[in-house]
């Protein structure tokens, strides 16, 4: 079955960086969009990066533009998550979430893991 | 970039009721869909309908989704105790997903 295991959180000082891991196997990777999703302490979902199958298309939601990145190797089954210039308002549970439909990158996410928490604070 | 809404906040429903969520879209976006979630305490959202009204696999048929434009709904036919839980919707499309603040099932 699909299996999605995050790592790399913990606690940073703002303006620093971190940088998440998440290592899937299950299923064929390289032929699935992979997104992470976050979910501060008591809030709601919050869609942070998505990337594409191939990794040719990458979008971002408008809090993190500019200052996250999100990659994949396909060859490693691996999916990651480069945050820099941390803020408090960053502080969550980061999941890496696959989507539902091969290829298409238009997909409802079908399986999550159970995230990395990510705590910024001085 | 689109803003979801849900109402209402909370609702308090007994067993065997039926729940009504709705879902606002700001925009109705071409090629865009809308899918439901549901999330228990300490675990990972679970895809109940995508596409605006297909089932996921392995879904109850008491969990609907209908819907078009701006407006979609979740009807829970008959509230079963399993069912009380935070309920998600999301507009996704070709490079957005974004997700309503939710909607509290709760027993009365």
């Known amino acids: 079955q699909v299996q999605l295991v995050e790592s790399g959180g913990g606690v940073v000082q703002p303006g620093r960086s971190l940088r998440l891991s998440c290592a899937a196997s299950g299923f064929t990777f390289s032929h699935y969009g992979m997104h992470w999703v976050r979910q501060a302490p008591g809030k709601g979902l919050e869609w942070v990066a998505g990337?594409?199958?191939?990794?040719?298309?990458?979008y971002y939601a408008d809090s993190v533009e500019g200052r996250f990145v999100i990659s994949r190797d396909n060859s490693r089954n691996t999916l990651s998550l480069q945050m820099d210039g941390l803020r408090p308002e960053d502080t969550a549970r980061y999941s890496c979430?696959?989507?539902?439909?091969?290829?298409?990158?238009?997909?409802?996410?079908?399986?999550w893991g159970q995230g990395a928490l990510v705590t910024v604070s001085s | 970039e689109s803003v979801v809404t849900q109402s209402p906040g909370t609702v308090s429903l007994s067993p065997g009721e039926r729940a009504t969520l709705s879902c606002r879209a700001s925009q109705s976006l071409p090629s865009t869909y809308v899918a439901w979630y549901q999330q228990k305490p300490g675990q990972a959202p679970r895809l109940l309908v995508a596409g605006t009204s297909s089932r996921a696999t392995g879904i109850p048929d008491r969990f609907s989704g209908s819907g078009s434009g701006t407006d979609f709904t979740l009807t829970i036919s008959r509230l079963e105790p399993e069912d009380f839980a935070v309920y998600y919707c999301q507009q996704y499309g070709r490079s957005s997903w974004t997700f309503g603040p939710g909607t509290k099932v709760e027993i009365k």
């Open positions: 979430v696959k989507v539902m439909t091969m290829g298409p990158f238009a997909s409802p996410f079908d399986s």
């Open positions: 990337i594409s199958y191939l990794g040719s298309e990458e």
